[in-house]
């Protein structure tokens, strides 16, 4: 068969030939930025779910759902190198640049270009070691405390406030939220609740880990009637089999339905998976139909593929001693998994293993479910583990 006709695009944040299963979840984001922006409130979004289960592509579709709504759009990826004000500052100064060429009075753009200057004149941001600035004078006692809990809300009102004044609206899409320290958090929770307090146009819709629905709770306990949390989990069977099916039926060619119950079955339904297997089986077909024997085939390089790309490169990332309390998890079979367990097959004391669980945590390797219980982030992690104890490392 023709790979160069593969319809399939195993990938972080790919967007799948059919991107199935996600109905309810676009449509809410729909109704959301069409509220907003007609100056009614609703609830922003914080997409949780595992790896590998399109949350990127979620944010993605969003962010064309905003642009064609006419929004302007500001899309970020939180990591643990980078603060929150950094992140935020430019393109939100694009985005005064870009309501500042619309026709219509000035008033509220240049108070958020005043405040903009405060805001970073405060922080003493610097952008690829480049002094980051605005020639203008800035507006003393907004956005310029020094503190992100108060200058952070006040930027984005101002910034609302602009966009409200040229009848547009501002969408903030902010993926991996869970890497955002706790202030900085708290910071966008508190902008977002003066969002909805004021009705002003600016939607915060966010993705992470599982742990993101507790994060948020904890660091401000009305989060909980700011947003909604749709869980993104492994896609239902008739949608899966859609996603299999339906791009190479596209195609002109065809799959077996033994083929498709085993990419199901080796795949767990996880969006990622599916492609890779799909992608795979593809390549590795001499012609129609797709045969279950093919698909066995496919398991071997689809694996081998994960093992070097999606799972070593996290792998790589950990201490001795976490790649140690991950493996003695993958021991005890599927999680969740309880602590005081994993401490039993390492002979050691539940209390040593606190140090380690927190980095791993911190990392994004696995999250709490429960109380004295820990899971991994990433599916199939666990057989991927097992495949290489005694590797060496």
Do not use: C
Request: hydrophobic share 40%; glycine share 8%.
């Amino acid at each position: 068969m023709d790979s160069v006709k593969n319809p399939f695009s195993p990938g972080a944040g790919s967007r799948p030939p059919e991107l199935v299963g996600r109905e309810t979840v676009i449509e809410t984001a729909r109704v959301l930025l069409a509220r907003v922006k007609s100056g009614r409130s609703e609830k922003s979004m914080m997409l949780t779910g595992l790896r590998g289960v399109g949350k990127t592509v979620l944010l993605n579709e969003m962010q064309h759902l905003a642009e064609e709504q006419g929004y302007e759009t500001v899309a970020l990826e939180a990591h643990e190198d980078k603060a929150l004000p950094a992140m935020l500052a430019p393109p939100l100064r694009r985005v005064l640049y870009k309501l500042d060429r619309m026709a219509g009075t000035k008033d509220k753009i240049r108070r958020g270009f005043a405040v903009m200057r405060s805001f970073i004149g405060s922080l003493q941001l610097t952008i690829d070691d480049v002094r980051f600035g605005l020639d203008i004078e800035p507006e003393r006692g907004l956005a310029d405390s020094g503190d992100i809990e108060y200058d952070i809300p006040d930027l984005l009102e101002v910034i609302a406030e602009a966009a409200r004044e040229r009848g547009s609206a501002i969408a903030l899409l902010i993926d991996e939220l869970q890497y955002f320290n706790g202030k900085e958090l708290s910071a966008l929770i508190m902008a977002m609740h003066r969002m909805q307090q004021r009705q002003l146009p600016l939607v915060l819709i966010g993705a992470g880990l599982p742990i993101l629905p507790r994060l948020a709770g904890e660091s401000k306990s009305y989060a909980e009637r700011l947003f909604a949390f749709p869980m993104i989990g492994p896609l239902e069977t008739l949608d899966a089999e859609r996603a299999i099916r339906d791009p190479i039926l596209h195609e002109g060619e065809s799959i077996d339905s033994e083929a498709v119950t085993e990419i199901l079955r080796i795949t767990q339904r996880y969006p990622y998976f599916l492609q890779e297997w799909g992608y795979q089986a593809w390549n590795l077909a001499e012609k129609s139909p797709i045969t279950v024997s093919v698909v066995k085939a496919a398991t071997d390089k689809s694996i081998q593929r994960l093992d070097e790309n999606f799972f070593r490169v996290r792998f790589d990332r950990l201490t001795q001693g976490e790649k140690k309390l991950l493996r003695a998890a993958a021991e005890l079979g599927e999680g969740p998994y309880r602590i005081a367990d994993i401490a039993g097959v390492m002979k050691l004391k539940v209390a040593s293993l606190g140090p380690r669980r927190a980095q791993l945590i911190q990392k994004g390797m696995v999250y709490s479910p429960a109380h004295g219980e820990l899971a991994f982030t990433v599916p199939l992690f666990d057989d991927f583990l097992r495949r290489t104890m005694g590797a060496g490392e």
